[in-house]
């Protein structure tokens, strides 16, 4: 399905899928190589996930791996706000992401900075569905529920709650990694097509995860190509939205994929 969303007064067009980077300003984010800490080391990702063809920066301040300790609301804002002046400064009209699971956050991080979407791995938070229909941005709606039938019944019932609020534009994330066992996440993969029946975009984020790198015995250093076989096999599934490390890869995926699309229409 070709699927627009509302980005600050401007029409984001996903009939052809985006890639989004990621930046985490955390020291002990999952992926060593993904933590910027300096504002050089921010300047230098925030470029080169646009020069490589990504669309959408998605700025952690808060690292929500499975068991990861949760910092303080006051230290996510600090490092938020040390990220978000730098990446608003040298790129003023990239589509910025903010990934938080607090309303305050959300709130701070969209009145100060012009955050463009707020990306939530939390399920079921009635208070940041308020905050973002308050504010009018795109909404991220993660899921931990293992399977997809419960996760369509607990969708259904959060897409409704956040329209009651107003909320406008929202978009599913299955929650890979998260609440699932490795063959649970391989089952959705494999179902992750029947999410279209939500009519709503769809944001796939596996990039160098446990789901990858345990599936092949190696490290998160060495999960780039089974990464790149999971994105591939996401977007002809239907996503819209890569939430990725690796930002070329991901671009390439989408563009080999779009050919064979173009191929079946033929």
Same mark, same amino acid.
């Given at each position: 399905m070709d699927y627009t969303i509302n980005v600050q007064g401007r029409l984001m067009d996903l009939s052809e899928p985006q890639v989004m980077g990621i930046l985490n300003v955390t020291p002990d984010s999952f992926y060593a190589a993904s933590r910027k800490q300096t504002? $050089?080391?921010?300047?230098? /990702?925030?470029?080169?996930?646009?020069?490589?063809?990504?669309?959408?920066i998605d700025v952690g301040g808060c690292s929500t /791996?499975?068991?990861?300790? $949760?910092?303080?609301?006051? #230290?996510? %804002?600090?490092?938020? /706000?040390?990220?978000?002046?730098?990446?608003? /400064? #040298?790129? @003023?009209?990239?589509?910025?992401?903010?990934?938080?699971?607090?309303?305050?956050v959300a709130r701070m991080a969209v009145e100060e900075f012009g955050? *463009?979407?707020?990306?939530?791995?939390? #399920?079921?938070?009635?208070?940041? =569905?308020?905050?973002?229909?308050?504010?009018?941005?795109?909404y991220i709606l993660m899921s931990v529920q293992p399977n997809l039938h419960d996760m369509l019944m607990h969708f259904s019932k959060e897409v409704q709650q956040l329209r009651d609020f107003g909320a406008k534009d929202i978009i599913l994330d299955p929650g890979f990694g998260f609440g699932k066992t490795l063959e $649970?996440? =391989?089952?959705?993969?494999? #179902?992750? *097509?029947? &999410?279209?029946? %939500?009519? !709503?975009? !769809? !944001?796939?984020?596996?990039?160098?995860?446990?789901?990858?790198?345990? $599936? &092949?015995?190696?490290? @998160?250093?060495?999960? !780039?190509?089974?990464?790149?076989?999971?994105n591939t096999i996401a977007l002809m599934k239907g996503a819209s939205i890569l939430r990725v490390h690796d930002v070329k890869e991901a671009v390439e995926c989408v563009k080999i994929v779009k050919s064979i699309n173009c191929q079946m229409v033929k």
């Open positions: 504002e $050089q080391e921010v300047v230098e /990702r925030a470029n080169e996930i646009v020069e490589q063809g990504g669309t959408i /791996r499975p068991g990861a300790t $949760q910092v303080s609301e006051t #230290e996510e %804002m600090e490092r938020l /706000r040390f990220a978000l002046d730098i990446v608003r /400064r #040298e790129l @003023p009209y990239t589509v910025l992401s903010v990934d938080t699971f607090r309303p305050d955050a *463009d979407i707020i990306n939530d791995v939390s #399920e079921g938070n009635a208070e940041m =569905y308020r905050m973002v229909a308050r504010l009018r941005v795109p $649970q996440n =391989y089952q959705l993969m494999n #179902e992750l *097509d029947r &999410l279209s029946v %939500m009519e !709503l975009p !769809l !944001l796939v984020g596996i990039s160098r995860k446990s789901m990858i790198y345990k $599936q &092949l015995g190696c490290t @998160p250093k060495e999960a !780039l190509n089974g990464t790149t076989a999971l």
